[in-house]
């Protein structure tokens, strides 16, 4: 039975040693493959995944094939062992045979005939005696013959046992380059995760620099345009500079006439006063009072000025509005370019 386990336990792992071998062959047959194809095409890509199937059809049939072996010679080792058995069963009952000859031989002893027996009798008992001593020979050789055949056998279990030995001191050298293989294979798998962990990245990279990209090109526009609300926040803003000072002006010129039109008013009424008292002096009033007709008319149009200019003013204060509006907007545009 130890036999059994050793040769199971060979086999077992000459059939790891070879599916390992095939492993690695295919990871780094796909590792190579998919750092190649990482830039190829899909034909490229479908025709490594069909290689790789391959591989793995190929590796799972050798599987199965040296499965069948390993129960074949299973098989065959158990049967041998069972007859192992047989054989050594059937050495210790011909050991007790040849003791229970020997003891037999030793007590035989030649008698020799007394004074009363006959020749007859001692005659007979010879003839006796030749034919057990024949008897006791031929089981003497088969014993001898079966020992001969029980040491072949004996030769034969010691080298199995020193082959078995053998195999044992090639499946620890077969475990040692397998666990160095298994190191290889995982230090490879590990370089694969980093490859696509890499790829991954880059691919979120590109990703993140097309979309800040396309972010400039919005905010290059917005700033165009932010640039052109700007230049015409300047040509407004002039504008209103320029209106707001003739807006002044215009409020100074209407201090003026105002003050001249109250002076007028009052000398209006001391001419009048100076009518009722002087009559005399009517020609002159009457120059002035067509003189302050036409100062009169002159209000009128500055008051009709003052209209205009409180439309003016509406005008301006409607412009301020606007300019307030799209400084708004230009500063919510410039938020929006911060962000």
Do not use: C
């Not at 890509?45 to 799972?60: A, I, M």
């Not at 504008?239 to 003026?256: A, P, S």
């Amino acid at each position: 039975m130890f036999l059994l386990a050793s040769l199971q336990v060979s086999l077992a792992d000459l059939i790891m040693l070879t599916a390992g071998g095939t492993l690695l062959g295919a990871t780094i047959f796909y590792f190579f493959s998919s750092r190649k194809s990482q830039k190829n095409s899909p034909l490229e890509l479908q025709k490594v995944n069909k290689g790789l199937d391959e591989w793995k059809r190929k590796y799972f049939n050798d599987i199965e094939a040296k499965e069948k072996q390993i129960d074949e010679l299973s098989h065959k080792n158990y049967e041998s062992m069972e007859d192992l058995k047989v054989y050594k069963m059937e050495i210790e009952e011909l050991k007790k045979q040849i003791r229970d000859l020997s003891t037999e031989v030793k007590t035989v002893k030649p008698q020799t005939p007394g004074p009363v027996a006959g020749k007859t009798d001692y005659m007979s008992q010879l003839q006796e005696a030749q034919y057990s001593l024949l008897e006791h020979n031929e089981k003497i050789n088969q014993l001898l013959q079966q020992i001969d055949v029980v040491k072949e056998t004996e030769e034969k279990q010691r080298e199995m046992i020193r082959n078995n030995q053998e195999l044992s001191d090639q499946i620890e050298m077969l475990k040692k380059m397998l666990g160095e293989k298994e190191s290889e294979i995982d230090h490879i798998r590990q370089k694969q995760n980093l490859t696509t962990e890499m790829s991954s990245m880059l691919d979120n990279a590109y990703s993140e620099f097309n979309i800040l990209q396309s972010k400039i090109v919005k905010l290059e526009s917005q700033l165009s345009s932010s640039k052109m609300v700007g230049i015409e926040y300047e040509d407004l803003k002039e504008v209103h500079y320029k209106m707001t000072r003739q807006l002044e002006e215009t409020r100074n010129k209407l201090n003026t006439v105002n003050t001249e039109n109250q002076q007028l008013r009052v000398t209006l009424t001391e001419t009048e006063d100076k009518l009722r008292e002087a009559n005399s002096q009517r020609q002159q009033l009457q120059k002035k009072v067509s003189y302050l007709e036409e100062l009169n008319n002159d209000l009128k149009q500055m008051s009709e000025a003052n209209k205009k200019l409180e439309g003016q003013i509406r005008r301006i204060g409607e412009l301020e509005s606007m300019l307030n509006i799209i400084a708004e907007e230009r500063d919510e545009l410039k938020k929006k370019g911060e962000e």
